[in-house]
């Protein structure tokens, strides 16, 4: 849209005493968010209306009596696009670790006690051996490897004292003239030529029953619950799922979100020239969104104007299947706008059917190319949250489509916008992937509140007390960047602990 001459109705930075922009509390906007997820979530809300896609993964519980999917509806999926999703089931070991009695080091599995004639050798993924060793017989084992039955214990290879050939003494004490196993040779590297002479093994000193032998499901029982149903996936998750015997693992896919950025000014390139302005809410959706376990799976830029964004949020029209000898007809306008090239493919179930949220950036306001509030009255939508009293960001927006889905209006400066984003949008996206709130507190000084509306700070942590950084004025991103959380400093604040929203990519 043509740059506006809005005049900001405060400022920003300071309490001043104005009256507060109206709107629900802070915290109420934040409680409406959460429950209007929780609505789609157990199908209070209709089905979406897309007609497409059955999103990939089998439906644990099932998909919708339309045959589409449930948002929060637990799917199957391959272990790698299970990267960053919540267990939907609680994680059990489908088979014991270790699966079998085995040895913890290199070295000898001994039966009984010494001198132990070596009768063998078993190698990790090698054949074991074959039959139970008796009192006085050693196999030379790998790490790893079973141990045969009747092993006592695993003599470590820098603990054995090693003879080739028949004991010339009869004394276990007295070895004779032994030697430790050659330091240089790779006892595993091969087999030795020929018949392998047998070896006679002592221990440097006492070897005590069991050790070195790891026994079976020591580690985790078969059957065992490992991990709780809504721990999120991680790099190591998927590794220990991979280890416990498992392709696949059932999880809450990742809320599809979709994006749309309003303005004629907001160009997505280069400098931008006079009475332009550079998109700045775009670029920090995809990430913020993925932190949050959605996914961004379209964006689309609109013109202002009413009917974009009406075209934009209407349901598509039914898509006839295609019937033999026809190609397929186009996709239909749907609000889940165009797939981006910039953004990595979404997986099979995130595909843009499943999208449950839209986001429009910019458009909240009250003026005359802000048309959000028209469209959703146009469509018959029902808005949940308008307005909030909080700074910045309070024209901000949330509204439930007839369809079910939600819609996040977040105001057009891009601070305003990060603020409601962390509001609306991520107690939305963390209640449908099944995550908790994990707030947390900190102490803050010097930040003058205002008396009516919640003020959103941005902060660095300092042990635990937060220290404003400056730069967070409603148009700039400069102390958001700087910054590793957002201090929610309630109306009216006296000094109290006060909660401190994180900021995602910090570390
Ligand atoms: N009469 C009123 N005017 C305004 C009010 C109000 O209550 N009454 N609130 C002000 C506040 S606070 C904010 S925040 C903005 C929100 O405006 P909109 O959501 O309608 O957004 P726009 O008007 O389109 O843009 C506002 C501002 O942000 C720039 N912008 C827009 N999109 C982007 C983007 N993607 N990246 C970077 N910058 C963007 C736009 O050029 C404007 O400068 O309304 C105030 N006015
Ligand atoms: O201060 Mo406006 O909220 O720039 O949100």
Request: include cysteine; proline fraction near 14%.
């Amino acid at each position: 849209m043509p740059v506006k001459p809005h005049h900001h109705p405060h400022s920003h930075g300071g309490a001043g005493g104005r009256p507060s922009c109206r709107g629900v509390a802070w915290e109420e906007a934040r409680r409406i968010a959460v429950a209007a997820a929780r609505a789609l979530i157990v199908g209070n809300a209709p089905p979406p209306h897309s007609p497409d896609v059955p999103i990939g993964g089998s439906p644990v519980q099932g998909p919708d009596a339309g045959g589409r999917s449930v948002p929060g509806a637990p799917v199957v999926v391959p272990l790698v696009e299970a990267l960053g999703c919540r267990l939907a089931l609680p994680l059990r070991a489908s088979v014991a670790v270790p699966g079998a009695d085995v040895a913890a080091m290199d070295g000898y599995a001994v039966g009984g006690e010494p001198p132990w004639r070596v009768v063998g050798r078993v190698l990790a993924g090698g054949r074991p051996y074959g039959c139970p060793l008796r009192a006085g017989e050693a196999v030379e084992i790998a790490t790893g490897a079973p141990v045969p039955d009747g092993t006592s214990a695993v003599l470590r290879h820098e603990d054995a004292l090693v003879r080739p050939g028949a004991p010339t003494c009869a004394s276990p004490s007295a070895p004779g003239p032994a030697s430790s196993p050659d330091p240089g040779r790779d006892g595993w590297a091969g087999e030795r030529g020929g018949a392998p002479s047998p070896e006679w093994v002592w221990g440097r000193g006492p070897l005590e029953a069991g050790r070195h032998v790891r026994r079976r499901g020591e580690d985790v029982a078969e059957g065992a619950v490992v991990l709780e149903a809504g721990v999120a996936v991680t790099p190591v998750v998927l590794a220990l799922a991979a280890g416990l015997g498992h392709d696949t693992l059932p999880v809450r896919p990742r809320p599809a979100v979709s994006v749309l950025v309003t303005g004629d000014e907001v160009v997505h390139e280069g400098v931008p020239g006079p009475g332009r302005v550079r998109d700045a809410i775009g670029p920090f959706l995809p990430g913020l969104v993925e932190w949050a376990g959605g996914r961004v799976v379209a964006s689309d830029h609109l013109p202002d104007g009413q009917e974009p964004l009406l075209r934009a949020l209407s349901p598509p029209a039914r898509l006839e299947p295609p019937r033999p000898g026809r190609t397929a007809p186009p996709s239909p306008p749907s609000h889940v706008g165009r797939a981006d090239p910039r953004l990595p493919p979404p997986p099979p179930w995130a595909r843009a059917g499943a999208v449950r949220v839209v986001v429009v950036c910019g458009a909240s306001s009250k003026g005359p190319a802000d048309h959000l509030r028209a469209v959703l009255d146009r469509l018959g939508a029902e808005v949940l949250v308008d307005g909030v009293a909080v700074r910045p960001g309070h024209p901000q927006l949330l509204a439930r489509l007839r369809c079910g889905t939600l819609v996040v209006g977040l105001p057009g400066n891009p601070y305003a916008a990060l603020g409601a984003a962390l509001t609306l949008l991520v107690p939305i996206l963390r209640t449908l992937t099944g995550a908790t709130r994990a707030g947390s507190a900190g102490t803050l000084a010097a930040v003058r509140p205002h008396p009516e509306d919640t003020r959103l700070v941005a902060v660095r942590r300092r042990g635990d007390q937060a220290v404003p950084v400056g730069h967070d004025r409603p148009g700039s991103l400069w102390g958001a960047a700087l910054a590793d959380a957002l201090a929610v400093v309630p109306p009216g604040w006296r000094g109290e602990p006060v909660e401190l929203i994180e900021l995602p990519g910090r570390g």
